[in-house]
């Protein structure tokens, strides 16, 4: 969601997708197609940078619970992999991190 705002503050600024691209490279790896995607969507008339609601099965990992659980983990141990929560967990990967990076 970052890239996203930093996306449309460029798109705000009158900035060309290279140019945007170029400039976020520099701090952060963007993609130029999720870049060229977003200036598309900013000059179609979308002001939200938040996800669209879609169909799906919903989170099943990332349950009050397990954030409450991360949240101790971590607590415990900064330095603790997103591999070995998962494992401890058994979560998978990618719901440790969403957990991290969305809720915590």
């Given at each position: 969601m970052e890239q996203r705002v930093n996306i449309k503050f460029c798109f705000k600024l009158g900035k060309k997708a290279t140019e945007t691209h170029e400039m976020l490279v520099k701090v952060d790896a963007?993609?130029?197609k999720c870049v060229f995607e977003w200036?598309?969507?900013f000059r179609d008339g979308k002001e939200d940078v938040k996800d669209e609601p879609?169909?799906?099965r919903?989170?099943?990992s990332t349950?009050?619970?397990n954030i409450e659980r991360v949240r101790r983990m971590l607590a415990d141990d900064r330095?603790?992999?997103l591999r070995k929560i998962?494992?401890?967990l058994k979560i998978r990967l990618d719901s440790v991190s969403n957990i991290i990076h969305e809720h915590l």
């Open positions: 963007v993609s130029k200036f598309k969507c879609r169909s799906g919903p989170p099943t349950t009050p619970d330095r603790l992999s998962a494992e401890e």
